[in-house]
């Protein structure tokens, strides 16, 4: 079983949508943090939003910010990440991840559940 699976990535022109996909299973969902990540190539990677299922709390970048949201479907043990008005910067692979600290952790590392990630490119 692999604790998280993400999808809906694709190619999407600029000013697009997309709805990224984190599945989950075999870990404490109800009291997890979750955490989405992006790297474009040559880039470092950059945290962009993390979620708490316990309270709802929610976390933005200052890029992505009033573009993206993050939700979850707590039934479904799934989060989203609704990503609006979408710029050729925001190309790069989509990670999502989960954690059952009492905060959103600072990096991918921290996190004891990684998916393989989802390819995002939006072209102009």
């Known amino acids: 079983e692999v604790p998280i699976v993400e999808s809906g990535g694709g190619l999407v022109q600029a000013g697009g949508s997309l709805r990224l996909s984190c599945a989950a299973s075999?870990?404490?969902?109800?009291?997890?943090?979750i955490g989405w990540f992006r790297q474009a190539p040559g880039k470092e990677r950059e945290g962009i939003s993390c979620?708490?299922?316990?309270?709802?709390?929610?976390w933005y970048a200052d890029s992505v910010k009033g573009r993206f949201t993050i939700s979850s479907d707590n039934a479904k043990k799934t989060v989203y990440l609704q990503m609006n008005n979408l710029k050729p910067e925001d190309t790069a692979d989509y990670y999502c991840?989960?954690?059952?600290?009492?905060?959103?952790?600072?990096?991918?590392?921290?996190?004891?559940?990684r998916g393989q990630g989802t390819q995002v490119t939006v072209s102009t």
């Open positions: 991840a989960a954690s059952n600290a009492y905060y959103c952790p600072d990096t991918l590392e921290e996190y004891k559940y």
């Open positions: 075999g870990f404490d969902f109800d009291n997890a943090h």
């Open positions: 979620f708490s299922i316990n309270d709802g709390t929610t």
